[in-house]
């Protein structure tokens, strides 16, 4: 028989000692002391990566600027300069010079034009740009000081051969908005020396004149 209470616990009962509880009428058992030591819970908070990298596809090659790009993470927000283009980007509050722009490892120009109207990141092309890699906070001082984090642009890598290859590619796409056009190409050589030719275009059809 098996007996379960909340001061006594589970308490098990054989056959042989069952018998004897009948015959006496009485069941007698000591409480049991149950010592529990203090036990200490810690929570730590997961830390989010410091480094994101984000890998451009065909849409994003057409954009019109690096910052364009940047405007469409999480991670940045952007401040527009002018109607089509130019995104000044923001990351945690930072802008302007306290944001390094890199290009393959080297700083571009912190400010051109006055009001930066073009600022560093209108100066990216995107159909040249393979990844940009967003490093936050000024702990990394890969790039020199920055307080509020560093965005390097890296380019497409040369892709050399000993045999001659043929490599190339095109996108385009249409927006209904203003009806813009925009196409980018790749065309490329490679045989010891690698060559090739990026190009972008942007085309907008003109609207009929509306009759009044």
């Not at 069952?18 to 149950?34: D, E, H, I």
């Not at 364009?68 to 980007?89: A, C, F, H, M, W």
């Not at 892709?159 to 490599?167: A, D, P």
């Amino acid at each position: 028989m098996i007996f379960s209470h909340l001061r006594y616990s589970q308490w098990t009962l054989a056959f042989t000692e069952l018998q004897k509880t009948v015959q006496k009428g009485t069941l007698l058992r000591a409480p049991s002391v149950v010592k529990m030591y203090p036990v200490n819970i810690i929570a730590l908070r997961p830390k989010r990566d410091e480094k994101q990298t984000y890998q451009l596809d065909h849409l994003d090659r057409l954009s019109h600027d690096g910052g364009e790009i940047l405007n469409q993470t999480p991670v940045i927000n952007g401040i527009r300069k002018s109607g089509s283009y130019g995104y000044d980007p923001v990351m945690r509050g930072f802008k302007h010079d306290q944001i390094n722009m890199v290009m393959d490892g080297l700083q571009s120009a912190s400010a051109a034009c006055p009001n930066r109207m073009d600022p560093p990141s209108s100066q990216m092309a995107p159909n040249m740009i393979k990844q940009i890699e967003i490093i936050k906070g000024p702990h990394a001082l890969r790039y020199g000081n920055s307080v509020g984090g560093t965005i390097n642009f890296i380019p497409t890598e040369h892709r050399y051969s000993t045999n001659g290859e043929r490599y190339g590619r095109l996108a385009s796409s249409f927006e209904s908005n203003g009806h813009v056009f925009r196409n980018e190409g790749l065309l490329g050589f490679r045989e010891r020396d690698m060559i090739s030719v990026f190009c972008i275009m942007v085309a907008r059809k003109r609207l009929p004149k509306r009759r009044r």
